[in-house]
């Protein structure tokens, strides 16, 4: 079966880093999105990795393992404002979109 | 860029009627939009996959004439609710494609449905 697996919820503190893991396990790939979405609202795009590597686009970054069926995001000088749940999602060889169940972000200060 | 607008942003109806929610992808054309539902704390999940111009492919379990799905045009597609019941109450989402060659996915803002 398909499956994405991350942290159901973290904390960290206002100013801190945290990184949240995403580990995958699909029917083929063909790249790993992160979404973010506020409470009651619906998911906005972070980032699309395809390649093994590091993507950096400001405070948050993105890194994918294809080998190990990982990725995980990473969030530097986190402000209250990050608090949101953050989603996994792996697109198969059929170009669907698998879902993780999200990790709830909450920041303190 | 990529901007998607859903209407309504909330209806709230009676048990047995038929509500409409439509979508549109604002500053570009979307050949393939997708519905979700969501509950609350819960991920998303996919209702069904929307081609312009062609049947909408929908997932295990969603019922076709349940939720009737057009997407008449590149830049619109529509769910249909239909015979709404109390459990049909949830949070449903679509999102645009922008099309061969990008495969990111841009959601409008999501239909709060509350079916009395």
């Known amino acids: 079966g398909q499956n994405i697996d991350q942290p159901t919820e973290m904390t960290a503190t206002e100013g801190a880093i945290v990184q949240i893991n995403c580990t995958y396990q699909?029917?083929?790939?063909?790249?790993l999105f992160w979404y973010q979405q506020h409470a009651g609202e619906a998911p906005t795009f972070l980032s699309y990795n395809v390649l093994d590597g590091l993507e950096e686009k400001g405070r948050f970054s993105s890194f994918l393992s294809r080998s190990k069926g990982y990725s995980y995001l990473l969030l530097k000088e986190l402000q209250m404002k990050d608090s949101a749940s953050y989603l996994c999602?792996?697109?198969?060889?059929?170009?669907?979109?698998?879902w993780g169940a999200g990790t709830k972000l909450i920041i303190k200060p | 860029g990529a901007v998607v607008s859903q209407h309504p942003s909330r209806v709230i109806c009676k048990s047995g009627t038929s509500v409409k929610i439509e979508c549109r992808s604002l500053d570009f054309q979307a050949t393939t939009m997708f519905w979700y539902r969501q509950f609350p704390k819960k991920s998303l999940m996919l209702m069904a996959t929307?081609?312009?111009?062609?049947?909408?492919?929908?997932e295990q379990g969603v019922e076709k004439d349940k939720f009737l799905i057009n997407h008449a045009s590149l830049t619109l597609s529509t769910l249909t609710v239909t015979s709404a019941h109390p459990e049909d109450s949830s949070f449903y989402i679509c999102s645009a494609r922008l099309g061969l060659g990008s495969e990111t996915q841009y959601f409008g803002p999501g239909t709060r449905l509350l079916v009395l």
């Open positions: 999602a792996v697109m198969d060889s059929n170009y669907q979109l698998i």
């Open positions: 699909t029917s083929g790939f063909n790249g």
């Open positions: 929307s081609n312009e111009g062609s049947k909408a492919t929908y």
